[in-house]
């Protein structure tokens, strides 16, 4: 047996014994023996490989549980960024709209005394010829 299965007890020499007494030939049961302490030695896991695993197991979760809070904060902070330059993005939209209605007022003023302006000429014409 290997070092890692030390825990697994398995007497080969009691179970060909065994074998032997109930009538298996002498070369049969040791090769029977020998397959069985090699799936004992290399297959099965002890109570301490277990627990070893369960130990790695448990850590990775931790660590799984760690990078998901990690996860959630940062996203949190990511959405809290997006606020704000999405608010300052809006509050630069609202003061370049106002600033071209302002614009476009100021021009449909000025095209409407143009237009104001031509009118009484064209009556002033008028009411001259007339």
């Given at each position: ?44 896991a002890t109570k ?13 979760i931790e660590d ?67």
């Amino acid at each position: 047996m290997n070092d890692k299965n030390m825990a697994v007890a398995f007497d080969t020499l009691a179970h060909m014994k065994k074998l032997v007494a109930s009538g298996v030939p002498q070369l049969q049961a040791e090769a029977h023996v020998q397959a069985l302490a090699d799936i004992v030695d290399n297959k099965l896991a002890t109570k301490k490989d277990i627990e070893d695993l369960k130990l790695v197991t448990k850590k990775d979760i931790e660590d799984t549980r760690k990078d998901i809070e990690d996860l959630k904060l940062a996203t949190k902070k990511d959405i809290e960024d997006l606020k704000l330059v999405t608010k300052k993005d809006i509050a630069d939209l609202r003061l370049s709209t106002k600033k071209d209605i302002e614009y476009s007022k100021n021009e449909l003023k000025l095209s409407m005394g143009y237009m104001l302006t031509g009118a009484v000429v064209i009556l002033s014409v008028l009411m001259k010829i007339l």
